[in-house]
C-alpha cells in the first residue's frame, strides 16, 4: 500500500488492482519494449517492417512492366533463316507467341526448295500458320535435287521414236541413254562439252543440257 500512495503522490493513477491505468500488460510490444511495426495477413509472421516489404513488391513490379515495354519495343526474340547455301533471307525481329512472316523461297541453283524445319526436327516441315514463336529460332532451308531437262543431237542421225529428251536429276547419273542410227555410221556415244557421257556419268549441269551423237 505504501508503494501505491508514494504513486499516487507522484501524480500517477492507478486502477483498483494497483496498476497504472493505461498501461497495456498484455501487449506483447510492451513487454519486449519494442513498438509493433508489423500488420496481419502475409506480414503476419515476418521480421521486416510492412513499408520495406512493399517497397520489395513495388520495385519487382516496376522491373517487371519494363521488361514487357522493353521486348514489345525490339521484338523480343530473333529468328533467323539458314538456306544451306541458297540465296540469303533476312532475319526478322518477333515477340513471343507472335507467327513468323513467310519469307520468299531462296533459291540455289540445281536444287528445288522443300521448305523450312529447325534442329532436331529435320522430319518435320515448319508451318507458319500454326508454328508460333518461342524463343530465338534458326529456321533451315530443305533442298531437293532438282529435276534437268537432258535434251539429244544426234548430228545427222535418227533417234528412237519418244526419245528426243529425258528428264535426270541433278548430281545423280544419268541412267541408260538412248542409241540414235545413222545410216554408214556407227554410234560412238554422246559427248558435251568435250567429255564424255555415260550411263554412270554424273549429272554435274544443274539446268537443262544438249548431248551430242559421237559417230565412227
Given at each position: 500500500?505504501?508503494?501505491?500512495y508514494e504513486k499516487?503522490?507522484?501524480?500517477?493513477?492507478?486502477?483498483?488492482?494497483?496498476?497504472?491505468?493505461?498501461?497495456?500488460?498484455?501487449?506483447?510490444?510492451?513487454?519486449?519494449?519494442?513498438?509493433?511495426?508489423?500488420?496481419?495477413?502475409?506480414?503476419?509472421?515476418?521480421?521486416?517492417?510492412?513499408?520495406?516489404?512493399?517497397?520489395?513488391?513495388?520495385?519487382?513490379?516496376?522491373?517487371?512492366?519494363?521488361?514487357?515495354?522493353?521486348?514489345?519495343?525490339?521484338g523480343g526474340y530473333?529468328?533467323?533463316?539458314?538456306?544451306?547455301?541458297?540465296?540469303?533471307?533476312?532475319?526478322?525481329?518477333?515477340?513471343?507467341?507472335?507467327?513468323?512472316?513467310?519469307?520468299?523461297?531462296?533459291?540455289?541453283?540445281?536444287?528445288?526448295?522443300?521448305?523450312?524445319?529447325?534442329?532436331?526436327?529435320?522430319?518435320?516441315?515448319?508451318?507458319?500458320?500454326?508454328?508460333?514463336?518461342?524463343?530465338?529460332?534458326?529456321?533451315?532451308?530443305?533442298?531437293?535435287?532438282?529435276?534437268?531437262?537432258?535434251?539429244?543431237?544426234?548430228?545427222?542421225?535418227?533417234?528412237?521414236?519418244?526419245?528426243?529428251?529425258?528428264?535426270?536429276?541433278?548430281?545423280?547419273?544419268?541412267?541408260?541413254?538412248?542409241?540414235?542410227?545413222?545410216?554408214?555410221?556407227?554410234?560412238?556415244?554422246?559427248?558435251?562439252?568435250?567429255?564424255?557421257?555415260?550411263?554412270?556419268?554424273?549429272?554435274?549441269?544443274?539446268?537443262?543440257?544438249?548431248?551430242?551423237?559421237?559417230?565412227?
Open positions: 500500500m505504501e508503494n501505491q499516487e503522490a507522484e501524480g500517477v493513477k492507478l486502477d483498483a488492482e494497483g496498476h497504472e491505468e493505461g498501461k497495456n500488460i498484455q501487449g506483447a510490444g510492451s513487454v519486449s519494449g519494442r513498438p509493433r511495426r508489423f500488420g496481419r495477413g502475409i506480414y503476419e509472421k515476418t521480421d521486416v517492417p510492412i513499408r520495406l516489404l512493399d517497397g520489395f513488391i513495388a520495385g519487382i513490379i516496376v522491373i517487371i512492366v519494363a521488361m514487357v515495354i522493353v521486348f514489345a519495343i525490339i530473333t529468328v533467323r533463316f539458314d538456306t544451306s547455301g541458297g540465296t540469303e533471307i533476312a532475319s526478322q525481329k518477333l515477340r513471343y507467341g507472335s507467327y513468323v512472316d513467310e519469307p520468299e523461297e531462296p533459291v540455289r541453283q540445281g536444287y528445288e526448295f522443300a521448305g523450312w524445319y529447325y534442329e532436331g526436327h529435320e522430319e518435320e516441315t515448319w508451318d507458319f500458320a500454326i508454328n508460333k514463336v518461342g524463343g530465338d529460332l534458326t529456321l533451315i532451308a530443305r533442298w531437293e535435287p532438282a529435276k534437268v531437262t537432258v535434251k539429244f543431237d544426234p548430228d545427222g542421225g535418227q533417234m528412237p521414236e519418244g526419245m528426243e529428251w529425258m528428264q535426270v536429276i541433278y548430281q545423280e547419273t544419268y541412267g541408260e541413254l538412248p542409241v540414235p542410227r545413222k545410216e554408214g555410221s556407227r554410234f560412238a556415244g554422246w559427248i558435251y562439252g568435250g567429255e564424255e557421257i555415260t550411263a554412270d556419268s554424273t549429272v554435274a549441269m544443274p539446268g537443262e543440257h544438249v548431248l551430242t551423237a559421237l559417230w565412227e
